[in-house]
Each structure stands twice: as structure tokens, then as C-alpha cells.
Nanobody
Framework: QVQLVESGGGLVQAGGSLRLSCAASERTFSIYAMGWFRQAPGKEREFVAA???????TYYADSVKGRFTISRDNAKNTDLQMNSLKPEDTAVYYC??????????????????WGQGTQVTVSS
């Protein structure tokens, strides 16, 4: 069982930056691929970014490409650096883990473990 805890959310003005962190409890953290998703009020949860477990391949939603960067340090932490934030980035952000990252990295139902979420609010 993997427990995930997000941190780093908050309120920021448009154009600003935030760095989210996800800490995993599992000693074998390196065997899991990690993803970030977000859910805005009244909307479905959507894919933001993912990183594979071994070669560190990364994937991004078109809406965040060039502004967000996902990284992992294999000390059980996965980060999401968010730059040039926009009001439409406002959402609860969740990190998630799965054993194998395949071509459907954007499907939330393929992730096995989830954090509790952290709120990101971008003011205009």
C-alpha cells in the first residue's frame, strides 16, 4: 500500500509560480510511475503530467506544456513545478502512482494510489 501526501499548494497571482511536492511512503517508490491530475469546481478530473519509473520519460497535457515540469528524485518525492500560472489552472491537484506507465498515461482510472489533494488558486 502506497500513501501519497501532496504539499505546496496555495494562492498566487497570474504569472506567478508554485512548486507542488508529493511524498510517498513506499520504500520501493522507484517501481512506481507517478502522475499529477487536477480537478476544478464543476469539472471532471484531468491529466496534468506523468513521469515513468525508470528512464524518467515525461508527458504533459497540452494546456500545461512549456509551463509545468514534473520531476522525481527517487527519495520518494515527485514534484510539479508550475510557472506562468493562469486563472484556469485553479484546481485541486492530486498526485497518483501506478506500477507501469503505458500509452494511456493520461487515464486516471489506471492509477492505483492517490493523495488527498492540494488546492491551487490563481488570481487574475
Amino acid at each position: 500500500q502506497v500513501q501519497l501526501v501532496e504539499s505546496g499548494g496555495g494562492l498566487v497571482q497570474a504569472g506567478g509560480s508554485l512548486r507542488l511536492s508529493c511524498a510517498a511512503s513506499e520504500r520501493t517508490f522507484s517501481i512506481y510511475a507517478m502522475g499529477w491530475f487536477r480537478q476544478a469546481p464543476g469539472k471532471e478530473r484531468e491529466f496534468v503530467a506523468a513521469i515513468s519509473r525508470n528512464n524518467g520519460a515525461t508527458y504533459y497535457a497540452d494546456s500545461v506544456k512549456g509551463r509545468f515540469t514534473i520531476s522525481r528524485d527517487n527519495a520518494k518525492n515527485t514534484d510539479l513545478q508550475m510557472n506562468s500560472l493562469k486563472p484556469e489552472d485553479t484546481a485541486v491537484y492530486y498526485c497518483a502512482a501506478r506500477r507501469l506507465l503505458t500509452s494511456d498515461y493520461y487515464n486516471d482510472y489506471r492509477y492505483d494510489y492517490w493523495g488527498q489533494g492540494t488546492q491551487v488558486t490563481v488570481s487574475s
